[in-house]
């Protein structure tokens, strides 16, 4: 196989690619859905005379987490690892000098850098609309606080992703991605306030944030090592599918 094509100049292709994209206007919702709710409450509500920075926050980071991340992020990435199999492109694809591990890991490279732009989106235009409205000072350790748990947040919501795209690949549709999203925020919900909220990876990235009321059962180290196993296995499984696929 022929490796002349650097893995940057496949990014870029994956871009070009997602140039004419409908479902990138989503981006957009994920950011301001939540943000302009949580607003629009503390803008309205005499409950929430002022912005506490800390609770604003959380809010915000608990809506992302909850509401909007895990299903919008599964269908990206479903969407993206399933192009070309719905567009019968893939098998010739594979005949020009980019090999199935590039094709994975620009793949996973580009949902990652969506993702980020996605949520630090959010944090700046949470930040932004807070202070148009009565505010408690918005210090450095606050911003500094919060934008660590964004980074936070992009991290753990990416190493849900190869489970998806194992999904995409295998099946070779976006359906099983959007089905994994829509059931795993519905699981979520449930299994919240259970010991089991950390054994089930999609509600990691909410329980390990920041989030109100906090939560009977968390444990941190689990989490952390159920996350890094979800990435392995499905980083695993996804390279499998993609050197069986095409023959």
């Not at 399933?82 to 098998?91: L, Q």
């Not at 505010?135 to 991290?155: A, D, Q, R, V």
Request: with cysteine; hydrophobic share 50%.
């Amino acid at each position: 196989m022929n490796n002349g094509v650097s893995l940057s100049t496949v990014i870029k292709t994956e871009f070009l690619k997602l140039k004419k994209c409908k479902i990138l206007w989503c981006m957009p919702l994920c950011s301001l859905f939540p943000n302009i709710l949580v607003f629009s409450m503390y803008a309205v509500n005499k409950k929430f005379p002022i912005v506490v920075w800390k609770d604003y926050f959380t809010t915000n980071e608990m809506l992302v987490n909850v509401m909007l991340g895990i299903a919008f992020f599964s269908v990206l990435a479903g969407y993206i690892y399933s192009r070309e199999y719905r567009e019968n492109t893939v098998n010739s694809m594979f005949t020009y000098p980019i090999n199935r591990m590039q094709f994975f890991i620009s793949k996973l490279v580009v949902v990652l850098i969506l993702i980020s732009i996605t949520l630090i989106s959010s944090f700046i235009l949470a930040m932004l609309l807070g202070l148009t409205i009565k505010h408690e000072p918005l210090t450095f350790s606050i911003l500094l606080y919060n934008g660590k748990t964004y980074i936070f947040m992009i991290i753990m919501h990416f190493a849900l992703i190869p489970i998806v795209a194992f999904l995409a690949i295998y099946y070779k549709s976006i359906v099983p991605p959007i089905i994994l999203g829509v059931g795993a925020t519905t699981v979520s919900l449930i299994i919240m306030n259970t010991p089991f909220n950390t054994l089930f990876p999609w509600t990691i990235p909410t329980i390990l944030s920041p989030h109100e009321n906090g939560r009977t059962y968390t444990n941190y180290a689990l989490g952390i090592i159920v996350l890094c196993t979800t990435f392995i296995i499905g980083t695993i499984l996804s390279i499998r599918s993609i050197k069986k696929d095409v023959q």
